[in-house]
């Protein structure tokens, strides 16, 4: 009995990873062998900072603030750093070249190690650093020149091109905890994605950056 | 020898925190009289209207963020904080309560509710009045060139320790009204705020500061 039980738990518990893990089938890809396939990154290679406006919605709360993004040269890394509108630091945080990331500033109040981790993996999604593999390739059966990159970055994630667009319109990760987080980036311009929306399926938990134009940078 | 040493090292403590004296200053040491002028111009003040330009300035950044906006304050406790370039967001307090609307969405506080906003609104409402010099837990240093008071607080409160690190005034000496705010991180990395175009007791509707 008690060992049905035991059975039943794990299993229950791993049928969320399950379902939230859709084959690329179903939306229509077939794996594609052989084929040389480009990873069109998120930022352009001679992007240099960026501001956007963020929106968070967690469960009934929204929250809203700025993002920097701002590629470092000198050690190819990124830097993404949350600000409130008057100006006050909430979150900062550095993506390095090797494809990990560090954290360098919490707020107290946004201090809670779930909190800071989701965040990370999140905007974690939009740096590509060149060291990721692709493990899998997919091409649409219905659009052509359409394909899609299983890449082994921190675990497994798929991120979907269509032509002419210059970086993923879209990215997915499976998650245990949180489900499958899904990225829509779109309207592309010559500082990256004018919008960014993240999405976790079993959790109310959205963010939305959209690009500011900002004529004050060089 | 011995002397040179102590000054040597006072010096280089002073460097090391932070606080020595700011380039074309020198120290104040009467700060009543300026305590209580400035303590005088804002129990006179009624109403504030003023423009802002902010700058951000952070370490890995090489340009700073720069935004402009406008700011009214009125009497006993009613702020409205508009940024307009080069994003849009509004923040109102009025009566324990605070409104905050950006392009797409709209957040109502209680501020007793809250201690952490709470603590934001006594520290803006008192700053651009110079009544933070009143404020506890706030040590100070008073300097002045020809017609500006520098003044640095330094928090020490634990809570406020927590995001500042010092806070700077600029006081005209001419009208003993603040003209630059700058609110400096523990990282170094500061918010410096310049109030332009300032018009004291120019009639403000109360409309202007609905938290509805």
């Known amino acids: 009995m008690k060992r049905y039980l035991t059975s039943v738990l794990i299993l229950s518990s791993l049928l969320p990873v399950f379902l939230s893990c859709g084959s690329l089938h179903h939306l229509g890809y077939r794996k594609e062998v052989a084929v040389n396939r480009v990873i069109k990154p998120v930022f352009p290679p ?41 100006g006050m630091r909430l979150f900062e945080i550095e993506f390095l070249k090797d494809g990990s990331s560090q954290v360098n500033y919490t707020s107290d109040f946004m201090d809670r190690k779930a909190v800071v981790k989701k965040l990370s993996s999140d905007f974690g999604l939009l740096f590509l650093s060149g060291s990721e593999n692709i493990v899998k390739s997919f091409s649409s059966a219905s659009v052509e020149r359409k394909y899609v990159l299983r890449l082994k970055k921190d675990g497994l994630k798929d991120y979907y091109f269509s032509p002419d667009v210059e970086g993923p319109e879209k990215v997915s990760e499976r998650g245990c905890v949180f489900g499958r987080t899904t990225v829509i980036l779109n309207k592309y311009g010559d500082k990256g994605p004018r919008e960014i929306v993240f999405t976790h399926k079993m959790l109310k938990f959205e963010i939305s950056l959209k690009q500011i134009d900002y004529s004050g940078w060089n | 020898m011995q002397k040179g040493l102590y000054i040597f090292i006072v010096i280089f403590i002073a460097v090391l925190s932070g606080k020595a004296q700011p380039e074309g200053f020198t120290k104040v040491s009467d700060t009543a009289y300026i305590r209580q002028k400035v303590n005088e111009v804002a129990s006179e003040t009624n109403s504030i209207n003023t423009e802002f330009i902010q700058e951000k300035n952070l370490a890995f950044l090489d340009e700073k963020i720069i935004s402009k906006g406008i700011l009214l304050y009125k009497k006993p406790e009613m702020l409205r904080l508009e940024y307009t370039s080069p994003y849009s967001y509004l923040l109102i307090i009025n009566n324990g309560k605070l ?40 040590s100070t240093s008073f300097f002045e060139n020809k017609n500006t008071f520098f003044i640095q607080l330094w928090p020490e409160q634990e809570e406020l320790k927590k995001y500042v690190k010092t806070i700077e005034l600029y006081i005209s000496k001419k009208d003993y009204t603040v003209t630059d705010f700058r609110v400096i991180e523990l990282s170094d990395d500061y918010t410096l705020i310049k109030f332009v175009n300032k018009k ?13």
Not at chain 1, 52 to 77: H, M, Q
Not at chain 2, 111 to 129: A, R, T
Request: glycine share 2%; aromatic share 8%; no cysteine.
């Open chain 1, 46 to 86: 001679d992007f240099d900072k960026s501001l956007y406006s963020v929106k968070i919605i967690f469960g009934d709360n929204v929250f809203t603030s700025l993002a920097v993004i701002k590629y470092i040269p000198e050690d190819r890394s990124f830097r993404l750093a949350l600000l409130s509108e008057a």
């Open chain 2, 99 to 138: 409104l905050i609307k950006s392009d797409d969405s709209e957040m109502k506080v209680d501020l007793e509710s809250s201690k952490m906003f709470n603590e934001i609104n006594d520290l803006i409402i008192n700053s651009i009045q110079g009544k933070i010099l009143n404020m506890p837990d706030l």
């Open chain 2, 200 to 212: 004291i007791n120019e009639e403000i509707p109360d409309e202007r500061f609905n938290t509805q």
